[in-house]
């Protein structure tokens, strides 16, 4: 039953943002009463926090995995496109593979992260560990570089990531069909090179 409300709310927050949603709606998307969200979440904000912290450990964990797999593979060898590509490729690896929760998911991440609000709040409060990790990493594989320029490099890397993950079909319009934004594998040979070019010219 708690899993059945926590992806009710996933979708609804998804499609229409914190504020556009109630718990009232909530259970009736998940077919509850009420009572039964404040019973195991409490607020709305609370059922807020549970939906983000469920699949944010996942992607924690494999990210800071593959990381790690990656230096350890690489000693002394390490390239920023190795570095990004690790962090990166378990979101796209999730997305593909994962089902419509995780698309739904990865919507709402990329809403929460630009909600001036309290985004950056709550991107801190779930993520920071593993971005920090990226950023020690590639200061590891780019000793020369400022870490300035690495927060830098971060910022512009999470936006791109965050709306390609988003799924808009922006580009499907944009590009009259040539691109389409549920293209994952077109977003793999593209977007890690992307980013790792960006950071090779700034450091």
């Avoid at 593959?66 to 690896?93: C, H, K, Q, R, W």
């Avoid at 988003?166 to 499907?172: A, F, L, N, V, W």
Wanted: aromatic share 10%; proline share 3%.
């Amino acid at each position: 039953m708690r899993q059945a409300i926590l992806d009710a709310a996933e979708g609804l927050f998804a499609r229409h943002g914190f504020y556009g949603v109630t718990t009232r709606q909530v259970a009736t998307e998940a077919g509850v009463d009420t009572a039964l969200i404040h019973y195991y979440f409490g607020a709305k904000r609370e059922l807020f926090d549970a939906v983000f912290l469920r699949r944010a450990e996942i992607l924690n964990q494999e990210r800071a995995d593959s990381m790690a797999a990656y230096e350890a593979a690489n000693p002394g060898a390490m390239t920023p496109l190795g570095v990004i590509t690790a962090f990166i490729d378990p979101l796209i690896e999730r997305s593909m593979t994962g089902g419509p929760g995780w698309k739904s998911y990865f919507a709402l991440v990329a809403q929460v992260n630009n909600t001036p609000t309290w985004g950056g709040e709550t991107m801190h409060r779930f993520f920071d560990p593993v971005v920090h990790q990226l950023v020690d990493t590639l200061k590891r594989a780019r000793p020369e570089a400022e870490m300035t320029d690495l927060y830098w490099c971060y910022q512009f890397l999470t936006g791109a990531m965050m709306l390609t993950l988003s799924e808009t079909g922006r580009i499907d319009q944009l590009s009259e069909g040539l691109c389409k934004s549920s293209d994952l594998e077109a977003v793999r040979a593209r977007l890690y090179r992307y980013c790792a070019a960006g950071l090779e010219a700034l450091t």
